[in-house]
């Protein structure tokens, strides 16, 4: 059965933000993907995961906890958000190898419907070991989407220029406008 289109306006961020932006506002509604396991297929389908990971209410209820234990990271305290961040992180691990190839590591789970909410977890610990001053939550009026801003001079203020940007040069013209 093939999987929905993702309806999301922003798609393609890294995994720990993209799971944060499983929920967008769309005329003032705030829209959810994560509302049941469709929503989870198309995700998991975004993000290069199906078929590897569980498709059932398990795997979404722990997906939401950690999109919950992320939001409190990047909004709020990061160290009343470490044990939130650190819980979901319990349910996995690396586990180094060598193959043909060279040296691997690979993601392992007891509970493999834990699987993206570690991954999205363990992926926010690499954005904030890369470049944490770069994780930005969109400067648009209303706007709740998170973005890791790859910009060369670590500048970008909005999800997209062509929604947000546009919509905030728009009105900064229509304010100066107004002025005269």
Aim: glycine letters at 8%; proline letters at 7%; aromatic letters at 6%.
């Amino acid at each position: 059965m093939p999987t929905a289109r993702d309806p999301r306006p922003l798609t393609g961020e890294p995994l720990a933000l993209d799971l944060l932006n499983t929920r967008w506002n769309s005329d003032g509604v705030t829209q959810d993907l994560l509302a049941d396991t469709d929503g989870l297929a198309v995700w998991l389908a975004s993000n290069g995961l199906a078929g590897a990971h569980p498709v059932d209410a398990e795997t979404l209820r722990r997906l939401r906890t950690a999109r919950e234990a992320l939001k409190a990271a990047v909004d709020g305290s990061p160290e009343q958000a470490a044990p939130l961040v650190d819980a979901v992180l319990e349910h996995g691990r690396i586990r180094a190898r060598l193959t043909a190839g060279g040296p691997a590591e690979e993601p392992e789970f007891a509970d493999p419907s834990w699987g993206p909410a570690w991954l999205a977890a363990r992926n926010y610990l690499d954005l904030l070991s890369r470049a944490p001053e770069r994780i930005r939550t969109c400067a648009g009026g209303g706007c709740i989407l998170h973005f890791f801003d790859t910009s060369r001079n670590g500048t970008r203020r909005w999800c997209s220029m062509a929604a947000c940007g546009n919509r905030a040069k728009a009105s900064r013209h229509y304010a100066r406008s107004k002025e005269n």
